[in-house]
């Protein structure tokens, strides 16, 4: 009797490390193939990457040499490559700061018990949840020469000279990126202000007890505490700014800099070597630089999350 | 004495909505001057002083573009690619999330961890095999090839094995006990149970596929197999100085995307802070 309640019990559980034929049943049919599209999509790709990153593989080429280093020297001598990485390495180094800190801001001041809170809030996020196309088709036109566009025509308006918005790399580099900051801002207002919202109250309440101002406890209580979500938000805002490829692809499209080169960041070139010229063999090996600048960041952000938790 | 503190702080308030109130209408600035624009006639857009809103209203732009160019075959493909891909990963997280919330099985973990691994990794770092992929199965310019990749999501899984280990064992031991089979278990328990949670990573998804870009501009090279991005960007590229006509397909791509966003706001926000601080 006893014997039988327990069998029972354990077909209801599926106690140990067995499963009931149900439940074997269940497990092939409907999550095994999730997880062989992850294998196939996800890690043969990113293996495979590397395997091709030290091959010649172009679809214009039947036969595929082993090259050990060849595509990794060759990105070294090759002025598109450096400029690209200059400018991603830009890209990342004012994108980063400046959505922390622009986002931190803005959520510190929307957690002082503002009124029309959650309107400011969508406001903030909106460019976010919007394509990056249309986006950055209309900065574009903002940014137009001459009084055409809005960008010339405010400076305009205030007495200042025109700025060449799309005809010098330097400008035009950092008006992409002030696109990209634009658009990426929402993402961090609001994991900062859920983060702020996660802090306990009383915290705050005994700072401002023992006299210390607004502005204190924001510096002492809330950013130490908010810390590993700031770290979390500037590992997505590296990623986010490293593969950055939309809103230059709009932009250097017939634009003064009308091909692009100035402007060129790591993943506009991994396209154009990889589906432009079809050479695979030396995109791989862009996309593999791409990937183990990628790959540090996730490491160092597991291990930081790992060290808060203990 | 407390006349001044309140007067301070009433003007630390005001300075405040200030503040919030510039630079979130700064934010949204583009879009109000974008939506404007299109309603204007041209001679209104390529000025010499241009003004907020138009003095003459008009829908020129607006109905020109589907002679131009097949938007609604544009829009379709946009619909088709990401209900398909929302639909597989609504369920198939939701499955994996049960399996993975309550099932015991050898490898869990490992299945579990090659499932996480790759979560933070962008698309765009894998994506000549992938493009090499799809080219080898024939798929090029097929919806098959431009959805494939879509279907997985590996913040989705995580987001919902989160959400079913908080549903009681007892309750899904009660319906086995019951002889409920493992199907009946998860259509009528878990799945009722995680709805809302289903309904944000839907939306995340949707949006995230709505927006994708890179992946359609490689795959897709014939006209009739654009989304709307793709569409908007080759439309913008053949008009260039025909600045009324982009607004308006502007507009028009971003009219789906604010509709969804203004009718499912908190499930979206959740949903995002969610796939941000995901622990």
Same mark, same amino acid.
């Given at each position: 009797? #006893? ?21 074997? &049943? ?14 196939? /999509?996800?890690? /043969? ?13 172009? @679809? ?16 070294? &001598?090759?002025?598109? *490559?450096?400029?690209? *990485? ?34 400011? #809030? ?6 976010? +949840? ?15 020469? &001459? ?12 007495? @200042? ?30 994991? *900062? ?53 939309? #809103? ?5 499209? &017939? ?35 791409? *990937?183990?600048?990628?790959? +540090? ?14 | ?43 209104? =857009? ?143 328990? =878990? ?6 949670? =289903? ?52 507009? =028009? ?27």
């Amino acid at each position: 009797m #006893e014997k039988a309640l327990l069998r029972r019990k354990r077909v209801a559980v599926g106690v140990g490390s067995r499963l009931t034929w149900g439940q074997i &049943g269940f497990l092939w049919t409907m999550v095994m193939p999730v997880i062989a599209m992850f294998i196939i /999509i996800r890690v /043969i790709p990113i293996l495979v990457v590397l395997l091709m990153s030290f091959t010649n593989y172009s @679809l214009h080429r039947p036969i595929v040499k082993f090259l050990p280093y060849k595509n990794f020297l060759r990105m070294f &001598g090759d002025p598109n *490559f450096i400029t690209a *990485f200059v400018n991603s390495t830009e890209f990342v180094l004012i994108a980063v700061p400046a959505e922390i800190f622009l986002g931190l801001a803005f959520a510190i001041f929307l957690n002082r018990k503002v009124k029309f809170e959650s309107l400011y #809030e969508t406001l903030y996020f909106l460019p976010y +949840i919007v394509p990056m196309v249309p986006a950055a088709i209309i900065w574009k036109w903002i940014y137009a020469p &001459g009084t055409y566009g809005l960008a010339n025509y405010l400076l305009d308006k205030v007495g @200042l000279p025109h700025v060449g918005w799309m005809s010098t790399p330097q400008i035009s580099l950092l008006a992409v990126i002030g696109i990209h900051v634009w658009k990426q801002i929402g993402f961090f207002v609001i994991i *900062f202000l859920v983060g702020l919202k996660n802090i306990p109250g009383s915290f705050r309440e005994a700072a401002l007890v023992d006299g210390a101002t607004p502005w204190e406890v924001t510096r002492h209580v809330d950013i130490p505490l908010l810390k590993p979500v700031i770290l979390f938000g500037v590992v997505m805002a590296t990623l986010w700014a490293w593969s950055a490829f939309t #809103e230059v692809y709009i932009i250097s499209q &017939g634009t003064d800099i009308s091909t692009g080169a100035e402007i060129q960041v790591m993943v506009t070139r991994i396209y154009a070597e990889g589906f432009l010229y079809f050479k695979l063999g030396y995109a791989s090996a862009i996309s593999f630089a791409l *990937f183990l600048i990628s790959l +540090i960041f996730v490491v160092v952000q597991f291990r930081l999350l790992k060290t808060e938790k203990i | 004495m407390i006349k001044r503190h309140l007067e301070k702080k009433l003007s630390g308030r005001i300075g405040l909505h200030l503040f919030l109130g510039i630079t979130s209408f700064l934010t949204v600035s583009p879009f109000i001057w974008v939506v404007f624009t299109s309603f204007k006639p041209s001679n209104e =857009i390529v000025t010499e002083t241009p003004r907020l809103l138009p003095a003459v209203w008009t829908l020129e732009n607006y109905l020109k573009l589907p002679k131009v160019a097949p938007f609604m075959r544009f829009f379709l493909n946009s619909i088709i690619i990401s209900g398909v891909s929302t639909f597989c990963i609504a369920l198939g997280s939701a499955a994996c999330g049960y399996v993975f919330a309550k099932y015991r099985f050898r490898g869990k973990d490992f299945l579990f961890g090659l499932v996480i691994a790759t979560i933070l990794i962008p698309l765009q770092t894998y994506i000549v095999p992938l493009y090499l992929l799809t080219w080898k199965l024939g798929w090029i310019n097929t919806y098959q090839g431009m959805i494939f990749p879509l279907i997985i999501m590996s913040s989705g899984i995580f987001f919902l094995r989160q959400n079913i280990m908080s549903i009681p064992d007892t309750l899904i031991d009660a319906a086995r006990v019951d002889g409920a089979t493992e199907w009946r278990v998860f259509f009528s328990i =878990i799945l009722p149970l995680s709805v809302s949670a =289903i309904a944000a990573i839907s939306i995340v998804n949707w949006v995230y596929t709505w927006s994708l870009f890179i992946w359609p501009l490689i795959v897709a090279n014939s006209t009739e197999m654009f989304t709307m991005e793709l569409g908007l960007m080759y439309f913008q590229r053949e008009f260039a100085v025909d600045y009324g006509g982009i607004m308006a397909a502007c507009v =028009i791509t971003l009219l789906p995307v604010l509709a969804v966003f203004l009718i499912f706001r908190t499930r979206i926000i959740e949903g995002v802070a969610f796939t941000g601080i995901k622990r």
